[in-house]
């Protein structure tokens, strides 16, 4: 069968600064916020990633999306912001036939979806990635109009095209043709800085960040104040302490904006509640181990699970504290020993970790599903023909692999 194909990687991002409301009196499709944000692009080796493949074909009767091997009813109609991006890329593409072609997107993530973990971020950016090696769109030349097509499919996306630390300029024009994102150090910069992730609970978020975003914008006397007055000096100060590797300011303006993000859900009409007892524990221990000079620094996005930013040096007694509070059950331990309990740059099963704490009871355990090791990595990228033999996810006649049709 003739058939385009193309398969990209993205990584997932987690903000520092955080992006919390969007403009509502422009056209809401452009989703422009109300503040700039910054983020670390995590590294996509450490199993945290989302790989799509599109393909392309004239014997395609529609337009069809399968996420994690199940098809979207409806093609991609029902999906209002894929057909947005559909629509973007197809303006952006050159080709007239090609753009005529309907088209498979196949897209797999390799962690929890809609879980507060950015999965949104990788899906979209990854979705623009790859749909640019379809359209012949070059990647590195057209970044700003990329950015801003993966900001219409989920504002932190943009930031997810680039690697390292990124920052997304919230524009002032009210068409967003000046809000995207740019690189502000590359993932070489500070390829020390690494992340630990805790999964406090990996079911969908009660209350989406789009929702929740749009009822903090409408209410919360104090998320307009921090836009206006707070974020953009926070912004210049981050990025200073990023370039010059200064982790005390980095983490010490890390934690207070998130606990500031948090702060203004709960000044939100109705209230919004992403933390629950778990994560506020993580926050005291950090607290705690940060006891006499900063070497870990916490932040959260809208759901319960922590990111903790620390040096590589400093990594490895992080986890061996974290285990000793959050280690799995004994109960879990006996129904599945061999469950990677810690996934990334360092791997342990939860018969690995309970070996080594010897008897240990807390309240909080099995309290954390799982933990990633991850550190700063790159942008998103097209795959070589050679990865995509085996990384790939669409069959010889463009249907996912996992997928019985
Ligand atoms: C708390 O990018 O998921 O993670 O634009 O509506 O798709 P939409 O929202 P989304 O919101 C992310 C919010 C955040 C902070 C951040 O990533 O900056």
Not at 37 to 58: A, G, P, Q, W
Not at 213 to 228: G, I, P, Q
Request: proline share 2%; charged share 25%.
């Amino acid at each position: 069968m003739d058939i385009i194909q193309c398969t990209a990687i993205a990584p997932s991002n987690l903000a520092c600064i955080k992006y919390w409301g969007k403009n509502l009196k422009v056209k809401k499709e452009l989703n422009l916020p109300i503040n700039s944000s910054v983020s670390i692009t995590l590294d996509y080796n450490d199993e945290l990633k989302t790989t799509t493949t599109i393909v392309l074909s004239k014997n395609f009767k529609k337009d069809r999306l399968f996420l994690n091997g199940i098809e979207e009813d409806d093609g991609c109609y029902n999906n209002k912001r894929v057909k947005i991006v559909l629509n973007e890329m197809r303006k952006l593409c050159k080709d007239e036939n090609l753009k005529k072609l309907n088209l498979h997107i196949i897209s797999e993530n390799s962690f929890p979806t809609a879980a507060g973990l950015a999965s949104s971020a990788a899906g979209y950016a990854c979705m623009v990635t790859a749909l640019s090696g379809v359209y012949n769109i070059d990647f590195n030349n057209n970044i700003k109009e990329l950015s801003m097509v993966a900001r219409q499919g989920s504002g932190s996306a943009t930031r997810s095209l680039l690697g390292g630390f990124v920052k997304w300029n919230k524009g002032i024009k009210d068409d967003g043709t000046d809000s995207y994102a740019i690189q502000i150090a590359k993932y070489e910069h500070w390829k020390e800085m690494e992340a630990i992730i805790l999964v406090v609970n990996e079911h969908k978020k009660e209350i989406s960040s789009t929702n929740g975003m749009t009822d903090s914008v409408n209410t919360s006397l104090l998320l307009n104040y921090r836009a206006e007055n707070i974020v953009e000096k926070r912004l210049n100060e981050i990025c200073e302490a990023y370039k010059n590797k200064d982790f005390n300011t980095f983490a010490l303006l890390t934690m207070k904006d998130s606990n500031q993000f948090h702060a203004t859900c709960l000044d939100t009409y109705p209230p919004i509640f992403y933390l629950n007892d778990v994560s506020k524990s993580i926050i005291q221990l950090i607290h705690k181990l940060n006891n006499k000079n900063i070497k870990y620094c916490y932040t959260f996005d809208a759901g319960p699970n922590a990111v903790i930013f620390t040096l590589k040096e400093n990594t490895q007694n992080l986890l061996n504290e974290l285990l000793k509070i959050y280690c799995p059950s004994l109960s879990d331990c006996r129904d599945n020993p061999k469950f990677n309990y810690v996934r990334g740059r360092t791997k342990l099963t939860r018969d690995d970790v309970r070996n080594q704490l010897n008897s240990l009871s807390t309240p909080y355990q099995g309290k954390i599903s799982y933990i990633y090791h991850t550190g700063v990595g790159k942008g998103s990228r097209i795959l070589s023909k050679e990865e995509e033999k085996i990384e790939g996810l669409a069959d010889k006649n463009g249907y996912p692999k996992k997928y019985n049709n």
